[in-house]
């Protein structure tokens, strides 16, 4: 049987999940490519449906915060250049964000969340 390459790897998830502010958080460029999306579309979709993404599921990363996760996360490097500060979903703003997408892959977390 072949494998399902649009899976999303709960080890995938875990390596992307980073302690900030005491909250266990997945920055918005990591949470759009496990849902096939660019980190434009999913942000677009969360200004869209802004009442669904209280402060509590997503918020925005300060400056300090921006450049601390530039330095200790290689695979975010890009984010030093980028002019938007990124955004941070908890758990429940990541289930949100696969309710608001129409990817395969966010499709297929929603079905695993319910």
Same mark, same amino acid.
């Given at each position: $049987?072949?494998?399902?390459s649009? *899976? ?16 266990? #958080?997945?920055? %918005?460029a %990591?949470? =759009? %490519? ?23 599921? #997503?918020?925005?990363?300060? %400056? ?10 290689g !695979?975010? =490097?890009k984010?030093?250049? =980028?002019?938007s500060?990124p955004?941070?979903?908890?758990? !429940?703003g990541a #289930? $949100? *964000? *696969? ?6 892959q966010?499709?297929?977390?929603r079905?695993?969340?319910?």
């Open positions: $049987m072949a494998k399902d649009t *899976a999303i790897v709960p080890a995938r998830v875990e390596q992307r999940i980073l302690s900030i502010r005491g909250q266990q #958080v997945i920055i %918005d %990591d949470l =759009a %490519d496990l849902y096939g999306v660019s980190t434009k579309r999913l942000n677009e979709q969360v200004k869209r449906n802004s009442e669904r993404f209280p402060d509590d599921f #997503v918020f925005r990363l300060t %400056d300090e915060e921006k450049s601390e996760l530039v330095a200790n996360c !695979h975010l =490097a984010l030093k250049f =980028a002019k500060r955004s941070a979903f908890t758990e !429940h #289930v $949100m *964000a *696969a309710g608001v997408l129409n990817s395969q966010a499709k297929q977390k079905a695993k969340a319910k």
